[in-house]
């Protein structure tokens, strides 16, 4: 009888040499077991031993079948442990992946509208330059496909999948609605249970999947659609401690990459706006323009971002006019405004999450020393306000954790992460999907849109009709 704590595990059989080994690792747990036999190769991972490790010299046939018959073994590749598919279509990417209990991305895929959606010449104000309509088409035209080649990259067919996990809020109404009806006829199909997936819970908990990190920790998530401050306690429980009273800090980037038409701008093209914004205020200087953070006087964890946008808005008309250019033309000095606009925004957000941390510190709601602080959403890969965010961290002796560029923002893996999570600690695991709705975070006021149609002379009557009609199904999904 032999123990290796702390070790890989593997259980093979040599070919020819007639021997099953098994190696433990640390809490008995196994990570990755292969049999091989007369050129048939098994595959289990996550088995949880009852005893220390063995080691079994020539075994007879029977013997060896006995053990595989104790782990459940066929003679094909079998996954012993958990595996979710994770889709994700809340707002304009399509994406799945296949994450198992360990961790593993055993396959993913994503199909990105950005492209489609900066190239339209109609912008939906609402909703970040995203054109309702279009981004409900492309899922439907795509989620079969990214479906598929998620799982063929796992190698597994749906029979294989231990649950379905599928956001259902918050997002757009008509992108959900794509996600959630696919995901049913999976569920129905394969008679799995389904997981329903908060957007922003699949966001916080995406640490986890890349860092050991316990609970609990603080995050601040930061993206074109949210923007909030919360103590993560554990798998569904969340303390809210601020979030913003308007728009988005992405949202806020993008508007003001528009509003300078950086699309036209020969560096900024091809990038949304917040990237846009980035690449520019390296060129420029943030000291030429004084934009006030705002609420500095407020004594909560809130954030808001449209007064400041509204001061952006009135400082670009009037260079507009001191350089006697029309509006859509480039500002010689767009790129000091978007050094202003982009450092009085990281200013803000690092004071609010300052204010946090001291908050949950004061309280003991998290460590003294060696807390956790995670960043996650699209606005988290912008390496200027992660710098902010490194002073705050540093001054208050806590660590500073980001997921990867690709996981900051939306992506299936995040929400397959997010089933396993819940799978493991058996939260929110629907056997019955009879009655699940999708819950929308934007209901757009037609009054707004209305407004801007009949202003724009670019738009036919007929175009309005259309787009106005989907607004309605918005209104109607978005209040029932």
């Known amino acids: 009888m032999t123990s290796l704590p702390g070790r890989q595990v593997q259980a093979f059989l040599a070919p020819g040499k007639g021997q099953l080994t098994v190696f433990a690792s640390e809490g008995r747990r196994i990570i990755g077991t292969v049999v091989q036999e007369k050129g048939i190769i098994y595959t289990v991972n996550m088995l949880i031993l ?39 279509t809340s707002c304009d990417d399509t994406a799945a992946a296949v994450v198992d209990e360990t961790g593993n991305v055993l396959g993913e895929a994503i199909h990105s509208q950005t492209e489609v959606h900066l190239n339209c010449f109609f912008i939906s104000f609402r909703t970040g330059g995203i054109i309702l309509p279009v981004a409900q088409q492309l899922h439907r035209e795509n989620i079969q496909r990214i479906v598929q080649e998620a799982l063929s990259a796992s190698n597994i067919s749906p029979s294989d999948l231990s649950a379905i996990a599928t956001t259902v809020k918050p997002g757009l109404a008509l992108s959900l609605g794509v996600g959630l009806s696919f995901s049913l006829k999976l ?46 306690r554990g798998v569904s429980d969340f303390l809210l401690l601020g979030k913003s009273l308007d728009i ?40 030429h323009f004084d934009f006030k953070p705002p609420m500095q006087r407020a004594k909560n964890c809130d954030f808001s971002f449209s007064g400041l946008q509204h001061i952006v808005d009135k400082t670009i008309m009037q260079k507009e006019k001191e350089e006697g250019i029309e509006k859509g033309q480039i500002l010689s ?36 020393s060696n807390a956790v602080l995670v960043v996650s959403g699209g606005v988290a890969s912008n390496l200027y306000i992660r710098k902010a965010l490194e002073i705050v961290t540093d001054a208050t002796q806590c660590t500073l954790l980001c997921p990867p560029p690709r996981l900051c923002t939306d992506n299936g893996i995040m929400i397959a992460w997010n089933g396993v999570e819940r799978l493991r600690a058996g939260l929110g695991i629907l056997h019955n999907t009879e009655g699940i709705r999708y819950e929308p975070k934007y209901v757009v006021p037609f009054i707004i849109f209305m407004q801007f149609a009949f202003e724009s002379q670019s738009l036919d009557f007929a175009f309005i009709c259309e787009v106005f009609i989907d607004i309605l199904v918005i209104l109607e999904e978005g209040l029932h």
Request: include cysteine.
């Open 50 to 88: 009852t005893k220390t490790a063995e080691v079994f010299s020539k075994p007879s046939k029977r013997k060896l079948y006995e053990v595989l018959r104790h782990f459940n073994f066929h003679p094909r590749i079998l996954f012993l442990h958990k595996l979710v598919l994770g889709i994700e």
């Open 187 to 232: 569920v129905d199909q394969f008679r799995k249970p389904f997981i329903p997936i908060h957007h922003m819970e699949a966001h916080a908990l995406t640490i986890r999947l890349t860092n050991k990190v316990e609970f609990p920790f603080l995050v601040l998530l930061i993206s074109g659609g949210h923007c909030l401050l919360a103590l993560v």
């Open 248 to 287: 988005a800090p992405g949202d806020m980037l993008d508007k003001v990459a528009r509003r300078l038409s950086l699309i036209k701008h020969p560096e900024c093209s091809a990038m949304s706006g917040g990237k846009a914004i980035e690449h520019l205020a390296k060129q420029g200087n943030k000291l």
């Open 333 to 368: 000095s767009a790129a000091d405004i978007a050094a202003a606009v982009q450092h009085t925004i990281a200013c803000h957000i690092a004071k609010r999450t300052h204010r946090a941390i001291l908050f949950c510190k004061q309280r003991d709601l998290l460590c003294q």
